[in-house]
């Protein structure tokens, strides 16, 4: 799944699902963290799920039944892609998005 900074990569072999793509990167609350993760892609086969993207995103499932990883709470990151298979990929819900305000005091 793609990110907010970048879009997922494609599978790299019939049997890997691709990687999430990368989030976007804030220092607001004094150091750097990324938010808005895509998800990983799933996989019907033992190859191998996709990586969740840096922000959150949450890993693919892997094999059958696999189950994926949800997005993380708090940073709007994508859930991974289930794998294939009938009822037995079981998909998660995405991470919960939060909201940040930036102003100038003056």
């Given at each position: ?77 994508g859930a991974g892609g289930a794998s294939g ?22």
């Amino acid at each position: 799944g793609g990110g907010a900074t970048a879009t997922g990569s494609p599978a790299p072999a019939p049997t890997v699902g691709g990687a999430g793509g990368a989030g976007a990167t804030t220092s607001i609350s004094g150091s750097a963290t990324a938010f808005s993760g895509g998800g990983g892609g799933g996989s019907d086969n033992e190859g191998g799920p996709g990586q969740g993207g840096v922000g959150g995103g949450g890993n693919g499932a892997a094999g059958y039944p696999g189950a994926a990883t949800a997005g993380t709470a708090n940073t709007g990151g994508g859930a991974g892609g289930a794998s294939g298979g009938g009822a037995g990929g079981i998909a998660k819900n995405g991470g919960s998005g939060i909201v940040m305000i930036r102003y100038k005091f003056q």
